[in-house]
């Protein structure tokens, strides 16, 4: 290339760097504009709002904005499913009812389903199965098939007829062949949000709870006991702790390879390859050059991993295989040395708290009011400064619901957790009507009430407040324990500000390595593989844990929908799909959609530095996690507590009048 040439191309790219910088200009320049103008429109917006509030009459107004407060004060209720009736283990040999059809009634099942918001994420594995299984059900004219308030399990397509759906004794609209209806009820055990009745006769096919569930928790357990098995034969993988084949087996991908005949020059045949063996794997320690040619001799279906997953998800192979086994043992423990620290700290506890009874005890007030009970401030009647937060839970409707087994566990996990960002739980009692948790009164007040007071809060206060959740997170996760529903309305601060994971309910321990299948949550919060039942694990809290800043960020979360199965058909739908304001900073936006991944071996606390990554994280630069643990940062919200009686920072709640039906203690064991 002569001097000319070279000096040619130098001037052009330097022309091209020159109109490049030219266009960042304008491009910030039109960036400024635009951020001028939605201040103009906001400000614009205020001005019209306090016309419009003038011309308004006072009394009308009034109305308005008691309205809206009742609106925003609502606290949302977590939902759970009855645990599963079948043993996981024995999932594989359940036979499934089979109701023979015609291929108009299959097409038409299957269109109906592809055609319905949340039935059209299923595999169409699953769907197939859900076609056989369902059974044929008739109505005649004006019959309800179903009713506004009544606990339903079954979900319905229609072949022939018409029914109208009414809410509140409003028509909705009419629907006719080819419709899904009470998609809700398949989920979790629920009560019908309309009703609906026949406007002729109508032929349906139906599927109950039970078999749903069952068909949905199936291809996933089969098809990752089927890669767990497949992975064990590699000799390469043969020595990775369980929990790592298990990560592995959730990130592989089927792939479909053919034949295709063109060949460079002749290859040496080397040997032929079947069903069950491996290659490739030296691509895995970062060999970049393929040794070999490998040839599709007909349709070949292979299981893949990228290099990039494999060292996102667990590093490189010498790492493992040298941190391997230790690794997740380490994992689940605490180094020894504190262990005994803990321990002398929590005897001379113990034995404080075995030595009192419910009689010891005066209520001050109340702190909360929940689904299954309350919450008071209870004060020790010989040292009155000494406060307690006293959880008290109707055994009934415990029963009632069938939540002993995660009551249970509840109080096995509190009873446990030696954590400043979980509160604690010292003892608990029980009587006729009710169970009795006494724990740590945290008197700063509900996160949930400062976030409906405030409306929403500044970058570094949310970034506070997600600091301490995932301290309590790596605490929970270290110990094989998932938490589940996380939300503001569970966050409470302590005198100092700090803020401390409170309702255990739905917490679980699970181990490492493997998943659980109930469905349970607070809509807005719940992740997609739990909507879906493919399994979840740790990396469900995660998910919540991008949700939860973007609601402590903008004042509601990203997904959200008039009823919960709008809610999940958003969530089901992604965080691409979500606008986030002006306000949510790029640092905050980025981790935000990191924490949401789709696909839960993604996401950001469910690699293979863990919590790591999210510690590290640009959005927590600069952050003082040392001062965090030990409790010498200082907090953005420092609440006025003026004694260890002082419930100033809670609303007020009416008394409770109800007097339960005493249990007669079946289904509690006596130690409670």
């Known amino acids: 290339m002569n001097m000319g040439t070279l000096r040619d191309l130098q001037y052009a790219l330097q022309e091209k760097i020159e109109e490049l910088r030219q266009r960042d200009a304008l491009i910030d320049e039109l960036e400024l504009e635009l951020d001028q103008k939605d201040e103009l429109i906001q400000k614009l917006q205020n001005e019209l709002d306090k016309y419009r509030s003038v011309i308004k009459p006072a009394t009308q107004q009034v109305v308005k904005q008691t309205e809206l407060h009742e609106h925003q004060r609502t606290k949302r209720q977590a939902i759970s499913a009855e645990p599963t009736a079948i043993n996981i283990q024995d999932l594989s040999h359940v036979r499934l009812p089979f109701y023979p059809k015609s291929p108009q009634s299959k097409d038409l099942i299957k269109d109906s389903i592809l055609d319905n918001d949340f039935m059209k994420n299923l595999e169409l594995s699953q769907i197939q199965e859900i076609v056989d299984c369902m059974y044929p059900v008739e109505y005649g004219k004006d019959s309800c098939i179903i009713k506004e308030g009544d606990v339903g399990s079954l979900v319905y397509v229609m072949e022939d007829g018409r029914v109208e759906v009414t809410k509140d004794s409003v028509k909705l609209c009419t629907m006719g062949p080819g419709k899904v209806f009470g998609e809700l009820a398949i989920l979790y055990n629920c009560t019908r949000t309309a009703t609906i009745k026949t406007l002729t006769n109508v032929k349906l096919w139906a599927i109950d709870r039970q078999c749903f569930q069952t068909i949905m928790m199936r291809t996933g357990l089969i098809k990752h006991t089927e890669y767990m098995e497949f992975l064990k034969s590699v000799p390469t993988f043969h020595e990775l702790p369980?929990?790592?084949?298990?990560?592995?087996?959730?990130?592989?991908?089927?792939?479909?390879?053919?034949?295709?005949?063109?060949?460079?020059?002749?290859?040496?045949?080397?040997?032929?390859?079947?069903?069950?063996?491996?290659?490739?794997?030296?691509?895995?320690?970062?060999?970049?050059?393929?040794?070999?040619?490998?040839?599709?001799?007909?349709?070949?279906?292979?299981?893949?991993?990228?290099?990039d997953s494999f060292k996102h998800l667990i590093g490189g192979l010498e790492e493992v295989s040298s941190k391997g086994c230790e690794d997740a043992e380490v994992k689940a423990r605490i180094i020894p040395s504190q262990v005994v620290q803990l321990d002398s700290r929590y005897e001379a506890?113990?034995?404080?708290?075995?030595?009192?009874?419910?009689?010891?005890?005066?209520?001050?007030?109340?702190?909360?009011?929940?689904?299954?009970?309350?919450?008071?401030?209870?004060?020790?009647?010989?040292?009155?400064?000494?406060?307690?937060?006293?959880?008290?839970?109707?055994?009934?409707?415990?029963?009632?619901?069938?939540?002993?087994?995660?009551?249970?566990?509840?109080?096995?996990?509190?009873?446990?957790?030696?954590?400043?960002?979980?509160?604690?739980?010292?003892?608990?009692?029980?009587?006729?009507?009710?169970?009795?948790?006494?724990?740590?009164?945290?008197?700063?007040?509900?996160?949930?009430?400062?976030?409906?007071?405030?409306?929403?809060?500044?970058?570094?206060?949310?970034?506070?407040?997600?600091?301490?959740?995932?301290?309590?997170?790596?605490?929970?996760?270290?110990?094989?324990?998932?938490?589940?529903?996380?939300?503001?309305?569970?966050?409470?601060?302590?005198?100092?500000?700090?803020?401390?994971?409170?309702?255990?309910?739905?917490?679980?321990?699970?181990?490492?390595?493997?998943?659980?299948?109930?469905?349970?949550?607070?809509?807005?919060?719940?992740?997609?593989?739990?909507?879906?039942?493919?399994?979840?694990?740790?990396?469900?809290?995660?998910?919540?844990?991008?949700?939860?800043?973007?609601?402590?960020?903008?004042?509601?979360?990203?997904?959200?929908?008039?009823?919960?199965?709008?809610?999940?058909?958003?969530?089901?739908?992604?965080?691409?799909?979500?606008?986030?304001?002006?306000?949510?900073?790029?640092?905050?936006?980025?981790?935000?959609?990191?924490?949401?991944?789709?696909?839960?071996?993604?996401?950001?606390?469910?690699?293979?530095?863990?919590?790591?990554?999210?510690?590290?994280?640009?959005?927590?630069?600069?952050?003082?996690?040392?001062?965090?643990?030990?409790?010498?940062?200082?907090?953005?919200?420092?609440?006025?507590?003026?004694?260890?009686?002082?419930?100033?920072?809670?609303?007020?709640?009416?008394?409770?009048?109800?007097?339960?039906?005493?249990?007669?203690?079946?289904?509690?064991?006596?130690?409670?």
């Open 242 to 307: 369980e929990e790592i084949l298990s990560k592995l087996a959730d990130v592989l991908e089927e792939v479909n390879v053919t034949r295709e005949d063109k060949s460079n020059g002749d290859p040496v045949y080397l040997r032929s390859m079947g069903k069950g063996d491996w290659f490739g794997e030296k691509a895995l320690q970062g060999e970049d050059i393929r040794t070999a040619n490998v040839i599709a001799a007909e349709t070949v279906t292979c299981l893949v991993i990228d290099r």
């Open 349 to 672: 506890e113990n034995s404080f708290f075995s030595n009192i009874s419910l009689v010891d005890f005066n209520i001050i007030d109340t702190l909360g009011v929940g689904g299954f009970g309350r919450v008071e401030l209870v004060q020790l009647k010989s040292d009155e400064v000494k406060t307690f937060a006293m959880k008290i839970l109707k055994k009934r409707h415990i029963v009632d619901t069938r939540q002993q087994e995660h009551i249970r566990s509840e109080k096995l996990i509190m009873q446990e957790a030696h954590s400043d960002f979980i509160v604690r739980l010292y003892r608990t009692f029980k009587d006729s009507k009710y169970l009795y948790m006494l724990m740590e009164a945290c008197l700063g007040g509900e996160l949930w009430t400062i976030l409906r007071d405030r409306g929403s809060f500044e970058d570094s206060t949310t970034r506070f407040y997600t600091a301490c959740v995932v301290e309590a997170f790596a605490y929970l996760h270290s110990k094989g324990i998932i938490y589940r529903d996380l939300k503001p309305e569970n966050l409470i601060l302590d005198h100092r500000g700090y803020a401390k994971l409170v309702d255990f309910g739905f917490a679980k321990k699970i181990g490492f390595g493997k998943k659980t299948w109930t469905f349970c949550g607070t809509p807005e919060y719940v992740a997609p593989e739990i909507i879906l039942n493919k399994g979840h694990d740790i990396s469900a809290d995660y998910w919540s844990l991008g949700i939860l800043m973007f609601e402590l960020l903008t004042g509601s979360p990203p997904f959200s929908g008039p009823d919960p199965m709008k809610t999940y058909n958003i969530i089901l739908r992604g965080i691409d799909m979500i606008e986030f304001p002006k306000k949510i900073t790029k640092n905050a936006a980025n981790l935000i959609k990191k924490l949401c991944r789709d696909n839960p071996s993604e996401r950001l606390g469910n690699l293979k530095n863990g919590v790591k990554d999210i510690q590290k994280h640009k959005w927590f630069e600069g952050f003082n996690w040392e001062g965090l643990r030990k409790g010498t940062l200082t907090p953005p919200i420092i609440p006025n507590v003026i004694s260890p009686m002082d419930t100033s920072n809670f609303d007020n709640f009416p008394e409770d009048k109800e007097d339960p039906p005493p249990d007669d203690n079946s289904g509690w064991d006596n130690n409670f």
